[in-house]
């Protein structure tokens, strides 16, 4: 599975299982490095300098992912993990340094 290519990056603070209908979502590019290994950046908003390193965790169930979000220059970290819904489709759940967790949906961008 290719992750590679821009992504609806979405997320809230209310764990809950869904995302809040007034969410506004960032936008990310991914690069697939390997079967397993993929790394991120924002597009949108273009002036976060965050760092996303993920890894994909595939058995004949189904595959899960985990992400690692760092901004060295702001001292933020989060973690993202969840299920891999198809190529084009994540969602999961999220914690971070700055507050609650919440709920993360990521689609790809056509």
Same mark, same amino acid.
């Given at each position: 599975?290719?992750? =590679?290519?821009?992504?609806? $990056?979405? $997320?809230? #603070? %209310?764990?809950? /299982?869904?995302?809040?209908? %007034?969410?506004? @979502? =960032? ?12 790394? /991120?950046?924002?597009?949108? @908003? /273009? ?6 390193? +993920? %890894?994909?965790? %595939?058995?004949? #169930?189904?595959?899960? $992912? ?6 060295? #220059? ?7 993990? /969840? ?7 994540? =969602? ?6 700055? +507050? @609650? ?8 961008? @056509?």
């Amino acid at each position: 599975m290719d992750l =590679s290519g821009r992504w609806e $990056f979405s $997320f809230d #603070r %209310t764990l809950n /299982g869904q995302l809040a209908p %007034t969410t506004v @979502p =960032s936008e990310l590019i991914i690069i697939q490095l390997d079967a397993d290994h993929f790394v /991120g950046r924002y597009v949108f @908003p /273009g002036d976060d300098p965050s760092r996303f390193e +993920g %890894t994909l965790y %595939t058995t004949e #169930r189904g595959t899960l $992912f985990s992400i690692r979000q760092t901004n060295e #220059r702001t001292g933020y970290h989060a973690l993202y993990v /969840g299920k891999v819904e198809n190529a084009t489709s994540l =969602s999961g759940i999220f914690t971070d340094v700055a +507050g @609650p967790a919440g709920d993360v949906r990521l689609r790809k961008i @056509p």
